[in-house]
Nanobody, 120 residues
Framework: QVQLVESGGGLVQPGGSLRLSCTAP????????MGWYRQASGKERELVAT???????NYADSVKGRFTISRDNAKNTAYLQMNRLKPEDTAVYYC??????????????WGQGTQVYVAS
């Protein structure tokens, strides 16, 4: 199974910053979008941010102005810079990639998740 490798979580004080990274395997060469979902304890998974080819970026209202998503195409990697973190940002963050398979079908892959904990 295809799985993304992500890292960058940790413990941070309110107002601090973290940068998450997510790397897709080289076999995924036609990426349509990359992004992160997050799931807080006892809550449903929600979309945080995406970066889309030939388009732009999208952010959840709760993180807009604080988080920035970017891509390094040569490294097959996306980054989520998280600034001015708040306790409500505490969650497990899961990277997600939507891509075009060799059969020209839309497929997706997930990272293992990384814990972000913002102290209060």
């Amino acid at each position: 199974q295809v799985q993304l490798v992500e890292s960058g979580g940790g413990l941070v004080q309110p107002g601090g910053s973290l940068r998450l990274s997510c790397t897709a395997p080289g076999s995924i060469s036609r990426i349509y979008s990359m992004g992160w979902y997050r799931q807080a304890s006892g809550k449903e998974r929600e979309l945080v941010a995406t970066i889309i080819s030939d388009s732009g970026t999208n952010y959840a209202d709760s993180v807009k102005g604080r988080f920035t998503i970017s891509r390094d195409n040569a490294k097959n990697t996306a980054y989520l810079q998280m600034n001015r973190l708040k306790p409500e940002d505490t969650a497990v963050y899961y990277c997600h990639v939507a891509y075009i398979s060799d059969s020209t079908l839309l497929a997706d892959a997930w990272g293992q998740g990384t814990q972000v904990y913002v102290a209060s």
